[in-house]
């Protein structure tokens, strides 16, 4: 009992130190205050009652910001002492190598790639005309399909915009065919994670590894870069944390999911 009190007023007092936000309950945190469905709708109210920043618990801690100053703040201006990222069980298994990628890296190594990605995109056109007009065409071609379609009460939108998604990252990619943190580092974690995302991952995994080992038979040491790997080649050995291949899976995996 005396342990329990004990633990109780610690939780309370750590919670005490970050942004305002519904009372978290131990172990739990806040999960019994949100619904899955319209966690949109609970966040915008806890923006009206404690502010643009708040700090939810489900039931690892994490600090929301709703207003675009905030954001640009937190990620522009704040961006590199900001970079920390908490290690979850799935890391492993979305990504090819351990702490690699523009997403689930950790500290210096994600500012690495998140540099690097940025670098690369801006060459291949990012922010210029060139890929406006290539995004433009794919947006064309896509509601060209629609229009094709003859009973359009059938069409389930969220299958082809998620493809249109694709369509997009593509083009990027330019593939040419805490609390609780024990919780996190437990075996059995890692292989439920594996069970449930395992399969449906490894398709994706083995999709882009495939592209990225054909795209690389096609690099020119004295030619321009054609797709994303082949500049990701040329910075292998730049950094410590840029040092082998596999770490162009992790990006063009990342480049992939984020649409």
Same mark, same amino acid.
């Given at each position: ?20 936000? $519904?009372?978290?309950? $131990?172990?739990?945190g ?22 643009q920043?708040? &700090?939810?618990?489900? $039931? ?11 954001v ?18 799935? @890391? *492993? ?12 890296s ?6 690495e ?8 995109l801006? @060459? ?9 007009q ?5 947006i ?8 094709r ?27 040419? /065919? ?26 994706? &995994? /083995? ?10 038979? &096609? ?5 321009? @870069? ?16 840029? &040092? ?5 899976c992790?990006?063009?995996? *990342?480049? /992939?999911?984020?649409?």
């Amino acid at each position: 009992p005396s342990f329990l009190v004990y633990y109780i007023i610690g939780y309370y007092w750590q919670v005490s130190k970050y942004a305002r936000g $519904p009372r978290p309950h $131990p172990i739990v945190g806040n999960l019994r205050h949100l619904s899955c469905d319209k966690i949109h709708l609970e966040f915008q109210e806890f923006s009206l009652k404690y502010g643009q920043i708040f &700090t939810v618990f489900l $039931p690892v801690l994490i600090v929301v910001i709703t207003n675009y100053e905030g954001v640009r703040e937190t990620y522009i201006s704040k961006g590199e002492s900001l970079a920390g990222r908490p290690f979850i069980a799935t @890391d *492993d298994v979305l990504g090819y190598s351990h702490n690699a990628g523009a997403i689930n890296s950790n500290g210096q190594s994600w500012l690495e790639y998140r540099r690097l990605t940025i670098t690369i995109l801006r @060459d291949f056109g990012i922010g210029k005309s060139l890929i406006e007009q290539q995004i433009r065409l794919s947006i064309t071609e896509f509601l060209r399909h629609l229009v094709r379609i003859e009973n359009k009460s059938s069409v389930y939108l969220r299958w082809p915009i998620q493809l249109a998604e694709i369509a997009l990252s593509n083009l990027l990619v330019r593939f040419s /065919s805490s609390s609780f943190k024990f919780l996190q580092e437990v075996p059995m974690m890692k292989e439920y994670a594996k069970k449930v995302h395992g399969p449906k991952i490894g398709k994706m &995994t /083995s999709f882009i590894e495939k592209n990225t080992e054909k795209a690389m038979e &096609t690099l020119d040491e004295e030619g321009e @870069d054609t797709y994303l790997v082949h500049a990701y080649s040329r910075k292998i050995g730049s950094s410590p944390h840029l &040092t082998e291949n596999r770490g162009s899976c992790n990006l063009c995996l *990342d480049v /992939s999911a984020a649409g």
